[in-house]
């Protein structure tokens, strides 16, 4: 399974990205994906998760809560974070990767990372 992020770039302070997460390769069979990131200088930090195992389940950051919203396309193997009212504290490269198994939180429950997207946002 191969991962691609992609929608990342440059905007100002208060604005908005979606990006999308698309999933190719093997059958896709995994029903979770998460987005997680990378600040210049910090460790990757968990950002949203969703699982439609069954019912549609979503999961996130207490910093991106309110103002991220995670949502999977109409084709099964693509995720989407909408990203609004976004802070300079959102500077970072996304990631996109698989949910396997543990706490959502944590970094060690995602595999098969995508190469990420920059987000960059102004003050």
């Known amino acids: 399974v191969q991962l691609q992020a992609s929608g990342g770039g440059l905007v100002q302070a208060g604005g908005s990205l979606r990006l999308s997460c698309a999933a190719s390769g093997r059958t896709f069979s995994s029903n979770s994906l998460g987005w997680l990131r990378q600040a210049p200088g910090k460790e990757r930090e968990f950002v949203a998760t969703?699982?439609?195992?069954?019912?549609?389940?979503?999961w996130y950051a207490d910093s991106v809560k309110g103002r991220f919203t995670i949502s999977r396309g109409n084709a099964e193997n693509t995720v989407y974070l909408q990203m609004n009212s976004l802070k300079p504290e959102d500077t970072a490269v996304y990631y996109c990767a698989v949910y396997d198994s543990g706490a959502v939180y944590h970094i060690g429950s995602y595999t098969h990372w995508g190469q990420g997207t920059q987000v960059t946002v102004s003050s």
């Open positions: 969703i699982s439609w195992k069954n019912d549609v389940t979503t």
